[in-house]
T-cell receptor, first 115, second 112 residues
Framework: EAQVTQNPRYLITVTGKKLTVTCSQN?????MSWYRQDPGLGLRQIYY???????DKGDVPEGYKVSRKEKRNFPLILESPSPNQTSLYFC??????????????FGEGSRLTVL | AQSVTQPDIHITVSEGASLELRCNYS??????LFWYVQSPGQGLQLLLK??????LVQGIKGFEAEFKRSQSSFNLRKPSVHWSDAAEYFC??????????FGAGTRLFVKA
């Protein structure tokens, strides 16, 4: 089954404790992206990747890191989480090389709470 | 600046009634436009998209949307709403430079 898989789905952590949210897709998509969803703000792009070893900042990259060492994986790293990073996070992928014209396939989301 | 506006935070309709969700965008070039639906606890799923050609596009689950360049709008419609349509709906524009910009969403409630 074609899918985007995120883990963990739910996480409660404390300020400053490094964490990684994993994302994996099995559709051989070139483009992958991370979004955060906050009430009243919709989805805002954190980082995106056009292909292996090619990443760039989205609209709200502060406090986040990413890497793309393999085509299928695109982990989101919070080196020192803060309470303002409490949010619902979505990973998405797209076959389109441009990323903004193709359909985005989303994971089920990871709800992160930072105390 | 590129942006997407969904004026209605939430809408309530009766089951069987028609539905229209509004979306306005701001983008300098010809936009790529999308509507996504998010069911509770789920990721977003594409309902339909507009790239070019016929300005009335059909999507899944009986939804359609009409692109009106003069009004910078891409409103989503459905003739008869089902209880299972209760969800949050997001309009989005492919804004170039690998970006997709989403609106804030409209939550749809369906009354029995």
């Amino acid at each position: 089954e074609a899918q985007v898989t995120q883990n963990p789905r739910y996480l409660i952590t404390v300020t400053g404790k490094k964490l990684t949210v994993t994302c994996s897709q099995n559709m051989n998509h070139e483009y992958m992206s991370w979004y955060r969803q906050d009430p009243g703000l919709g989805l805002r792009q954190i980082y995106y990747s056009m292909n292996v070893e090619v990443t760039d900042k989205g609209d709200v990259p502060e406090g986040y890191k990413v890497s793309r060492k393999e085509k299928r994986n695109f982990p989101l790293i919070l080196e020192s989480p803060s309470p303002n990073q409490t949010s619902l996070y979505f990973c998405a992928s797209s076959l389109s090389g441009t990323g903004n014209t193709g359909e985005l396939f989303f994971g089920e989301g990871s709800r992160l709470t930072v105390l | 600046a590129q942006s997407v506006t969904q004026p209605d935070i939430h809408i309530t309709v009766s089951e069987g009634a028609s539905l229209e969700l509004r979306c306005n965008y701001s983008y300098g070039a010809t936009p790529y436009l999308f509507w996504y639906v998010q069911s509770p606890g789920q990721g977003l799923q594409l309902l339909l998209k507009y790239f070019s050609g016929d300005t009335l596009v059909q999507g899944i689950k009986g939804f359609e949307a009409e692109f009106k360049r003069s009004q910078s709008s891409f409103n989503l419609r459905k003739p008869s709403v089902h209880w299972s349509d209760a969800a949050e709906y997001f309009c989005a524009v492919g804004a170039g430079g690998f970006k997709t910009i989403f609106g804030a969403g409209t939550r749809l409630f369906v009354k029995a």
